[in-house]
């Protein structure tokens, strides 16, 4: 079975330009996770949503970034303008929740090396 | 709020010693706990889990055992190999976090042969 599936796997832009990170979750799991990984920041929760509805996106620094699920095997993330601070290794995972809990075990992909310069 | 802390890394050991890696944490309500590995270049993954206290989570030869009373979801491992070498993350999920995971800093392991 294919895992999560993010594309690109690295990417490489200038400030200024915009940005948009895919991710294909696994065929049914309902929730879905983005995060970013920096050496200062560690791991942080951007917005994770659930039967495709955002449920929190309160990690999410900058009215610059956005993120949808259009569909049960789709989302995207865009930073629109990108900045260097952005630049980090962002991760979705993706899994399996009932009754309001968000804590059965994810499956992340293999992330998204982000390089603004 | 709700809180995860780990030791800081890096933990640098030769191949088959005993791990420890430390982790406490804050919690309003009755958390799970649980450990994730990070491989280099690579996602992610639930190494072990624990839901109720005194419950031990263990897969590969790692364990950690659920301790209420000190707060605390150490995980350890009888003898390390180099393929272990990877960034561990404690996490929690409890109510008072609405069931979202929250994560500890993650405590680099480096294993030398």
């Known amino acids: 079975d294919a895992g999560v599936i993010q594309s690109p796997r690295h990417e490489v832009t200038e400030m200024g330009q915009e940005v948009t990170l895919r991710c294909k979750p696994i065929s049914g799991h309902n929730s879905l996770f983005w995060y970013r990984q920096t050496m200062m920041r560690g791991l942080e929760l951007l917005i994770y949503?659930?039967?495709?509805?955002?449920?929190?996106d309160s990690g999410m620094p900058e009215d610059r970034f956005s993120a949808k699920m259009p569909n049960a095997s789709f989302s995207t993330l865009k930073i629109q303008p990108s900045e260097p601070r952005d630049s980090a290794v962002y991760f979705c995972?993706?899994?399996?929740?009932?009754?309001?809990?968000?804590?059965?075990?994810?499956?992340f992909g293999p992330g998204t090396r982000l390089t603004v310069l | 709020g709700d809180s995860v802390t780990q030791m800081e890394g890096p933990v640098t050991l030769s191949e088959e010693a005993f791990l420890t890696i430390n982790c406490t944490y804050t919690a309003t309500g009755y958390p799970s706990l649980f450990w994730y590995v990070q491989y280099p270049g690579e996602g992610l993954q639930l190494l072990l889990k624990a839901t109720k206290a005194d419950d031990k989570g263990s897969n590969k030869g790692f364990e950690a055992t659920y301790r209420k009373e000190t707060t605390s979801f150490h995980l350890e491992k009888g003898s390390v190999q180099v393929s272990d070498s990877a960034v561990y993350f404690c996490a929690l999920s409890d109510p008072g976090s609405n069931y979202q995971l929250i994560w500890g800093a993650g405590t680099k392991l480096i294993i030398k042969p």
């Open positions: 949503f659930n039967n495709n509805v955002p449920i929190d």
């Open positions: 995972a993706s899994s399996w929740d009932l009754g309001g809990r968000y804590d059965n075990e994810q499956f």
